[in-house]
């Protein structure tokens, strides 16, 4: 499978000014995510006080984009983000910005993040990629796509290592997946599909695909 062409995202550091920004105020740069990563870190988030929570978010900001407008893209964090804005609408969380655009508006905003390849134009089922311009405008417009929440559990299960710095690493691996045979299962009921998938993503056939570990745990 080819993949296309990105500019690793930077990470946060003392050339990059961090800022609170409203979660609410932050416009997604894909088209779906996995259900069961939201549940889980919302069970997490439930445990947190205000305090830990502020603080861990300032250990976790987002990458942004913005525009002449002060218009801002979010390149990461999508599941943890929208987890807090179900809890809380009015959340916010912290920042830094990573690329600048001079237009003012929606398409120069979305043109220049596709040419960086930070945008997933891929529909929940898979289909794509989408025209940038029918990306939604809010978190909350974001679809469940099963095999992005199966392959948050073979990394959480330690399958396959993680990507901070790819963009969609994880979609990258569902891409993959969707082209292997697998029994029924979604978001809720991972459950039939992941001995399948542990060893398909194991196998020297995905080799290819960055953070894969083989065999070895």
């Not at 989408?130 to 809010?138: F, G, R, V, Y």
Request: aromatic share 8%; with cysteine; glycine share 6%.
């Amino acid at each position: 499978m080819q993949l296309p062409q990105y500019d690793s995202i930077p990470d946060h550091d003392s050339d990059h000014d961090l800022f609170e920004v409203r979660v609410n105020d932050l416009q997604p740069t894909q088209m779906c995510i996995g259900l069961s990563e939201v549940w889980s870190r919302q069970q997490d988030f439930h445990t947190q006080s205000p305090k830990d929570q502020r603080r861990y978010l300032r250990g976790k900001p987002v990458p942004l984009v913005r525009n002449r407008l002060g218009q801002l893209w979010m390149v990461d964090r999508h599941h943890r983000l929208r987890a807090l804005l179900e809890l809380d609408p009015s959340v916010a969380c912290f920042g830094y910005v990573i690329a600048e655009i001079e237009g003012e508006s929606r398409e120069s905003a979305l043109e220049a993040l596709q040419k960086r390849g930070w945008l997933y134009l891929f529909d929940a089922r898979g289909n794509g990629p989408k025209p940038a311009m029918e990306l939604p405008q809010s978190l909350l417009g974001l679809q469940d796509d099963p095999y992005r929440s199966l392959v948050w559990k073979l990394k959480k299960e330690g399958v396959i290592k993680p990507q901070p710095l790819i963009p969609y690493h994880e979609f990258r691996w569902g891409r993959w997946l969707r082209t292997r045979p697998l029994p029924p299962f979604s978001s809720a009921r991972l459950g039939p599909a992941l001995p399948a998938a542990r060893c398909l993503a194991r196998s020297e056939a995905a080799s290819h695909l960055a953070g894969w570990k083989g065999h070895a745990n």
